[in-house]
């Protein structure tokens, strides 16, 4: 079965300043896919980045951007110019291609950004 | 376009009592998830379902839970005979077909809390 760890239970920032998350995950599959997800106050959650395995040009979205070490399996996400908006639990998920739908999650970062 | 719709947002039962939390999925979308969020935890996978079908439902405790998908109407997650082990967030995701790269998107969560 896979898995997803994040190390991280908590991490700080200054507004403005970069700051990465990390995330490892163990699978034996070769084609799969990543995820970033935030989950702010509200608890909603919202997809922040996704990977597609087999691609190795990194995702970028605006000042997210990931690290994607297929060997290593890692996939570490990136956050330029944090702002106070970015404060959030931050989930990584991993999800198997094609079959069954479901994503597996890592218990999360907590992100918080420091005026 | 309303998103996906859940609802109770909140709801309260004594042990031994039942839960049911309702999912309408966005416009459009024939495909349903079910995830539990623990306290201070990710997201665990529980079922996914098509309409009148379900496709996965290994997540799923074997007794007390069942998730339906009909023809018409919201999916239900009921829980029967709840325990305090029950409290927790219970979130539905939707997404328009199954495959690579479809997008799942997530509802705003149902707390349950077991008193």
């Known amino acids: 079965a896979q898995t997803v760890t994040q190390s991280q239970p908590e991490m700080s920032v200054q507004e403005a300043e970069t700051v990465t998350l990390s995330c490892t995950y163990d699978t034996s599959e070769s084609d799969y896919y990543l995820f970033w997800y935030k989950q702010p106050p509200s608890r909603q959650m919202i997809l922040v980045i996704r990977?597609?395995?087999?691609?190795?040009q990194n995702a970028t979205e605006n000042r997210f951007s990931v690290n994607f070490q297929k060997a290593a399996k890692s996939f570490s996400l990136k956050i330029s110019d944090s702002q106070l908006g970015d404060a959030a639990m931050y989930f990584c998920a991993y999800r198997t291609q094609g079959g069954s739908e479901k994503l597996v999650f890592g218990k999360g970062t907590k992100l918080t950004v420091n005026p | 376009n309303a998103g996906v719709m859940q609802n109770p947002r909140h709801l309260v039962r004594r042990r031994g009592q039942e839960a049911r939390l309702r999912c309408s999925p966005m416009?459009?979308?024939?495909?349903v998830y079910w995830y539990r969020q623990l306290p201070e935890e990710g997201l665990k996978f529980m079922v996914y379902?098509?309409?009148?079908?379900?496709?996965?439902e290994s997540g799923m405790p074997k007794e007390r839970f069942s998730a339906e998908f009909p023809k018409e109407g919201p999916s239900i997650l009921r829980i029967q005979q709840v325990v305090r082990g029950d409290s927790a967030a219970y979130f539905c995701?939707?997404?328009?077909?199954?495959?690579?790269?479809?997008?799942?998107?997530f509802g705003e969560g149902s707390w349950l809390t077991v008193v």
């Open positions: 995701a939707s997404s328009v077909t199954s495959g690579d790269w479809n997008t799942i998107y």
């Open positions: 416009k459009g979308h024939s495909h």
């Open positions: 379902l098509q309409k009148e079908n379900i496709i996965d």
């Open positions: 990977q597609e395995a087999y691609k190795q």
